[in-house]
Structure formats: C-alpha cells, structure tokens
C-alpha cells in the first residue's frame, strides 16, 4: 500500500522545493504528479512558453460540471538580499510555528490541498473535488490564464 503523507510531510517536501518564481518549477510538479499517481490520481500539467515551469491540475470524483476547486500556486519570492538565520528551504519549527519560504505563501495551503484530495480520493464522491497548483502568481498570476 502507498503511503500516504501527512501535511506537514507534504509541506515539508514542497518547501524543500526551491521553487523561486525566476527559476523552473519542474521538480516540484513532477513530484506532485508522481505522488498524485501513486494513489491512483490523474493530473495534468501545463507548461509555459519556455517549457521550464508548468502548472499542474487534477480532480477525483465524478466528472461533472461544479464542486470545489482548490487553488494554489507553486512559486516563492527571491530570498536575495534577506538575512535568514535558518535554511529557507527546509521546514523548521520555532516555538509551536513552522518556518521556511512559502509556509504561508501558500506551500502551506498546497500541501492541504493535496492532502485532501487524497483523502478525498478514497471517499465516494457526489461532486468533484479538483486541485489547480499554477506558476507565476508571485510575477503576475501568469500561470493561471483566463
């Protein structure tokens, strides 16, 4: 049976991502893809003009017009310049709070996302349940077209 990873797990592992918004975003969406896959899930991903980042999108549950959408996105403001006393790109703890680049901003909510549609997953669903994690939010939304 395939493990399935706790949040905090998957925030770590997304965190340790250094998915800074000038650079590709590849590892982090080929692991997203490789650990949706591996509980049966089926995404899709889409790349930019340069094929260097990409977005990533998937959805359990019937396929059918509504449900949830949770979105999120995959990129994380330069740490140039910034005097981190830690690694930024790990996850650690700090008084009962969890510190590295994109906990908040928006790892944190990434990594729910992909935990709840595993579970999700598992469950049968009347409506869809579906994940959008774009590239480029932090330069523009440009990974999330209209």
């Known amino acids: 049976m395939v493990e399935t990873l706790t949040p905090r797990a998957l925030l770590e592992k997304l965190v340790g991502f250094p998915t800074v918004s000038r650079d590709s975003n590849l590892p982090l969406t080929d692991w997203v893809q490789e650990y949706l896959g591996s509980h049966g899930i089926e995404s899709h991903r889409q790349l930019d003009e340069t ?3 990409a977005s990533v999108y998937a959805h359990v549950g019937p396929l059918e017009d509504g449900g949830v959408l949770l979105s999120g996105h995959t990129d994380v403001v330069p740490v140039d310049g910034q005097d981190w006393t830690m690694d930024p790109f790990a996850v650690t703890e700090k008084d009962g709070k969890l510190f590295g680049r994109g906990t908040c901003d928006m790892k944190g909510f990434d990594a729910l996302a992909i935990w709840a549609l595993v579970e ?6 009347a409506r869809p349940l579906q994940i959008a994690l774009t590239r480029d939010e932090e330069i523009g ?5 209209v």
């Open 141 to 145: 939304c440009l990974g999330a077209p």
């Open 51 to 53: 094929g260097q980042k």
């Open 120 to 125: 999700a997953s598992k469950r049968d669903l």
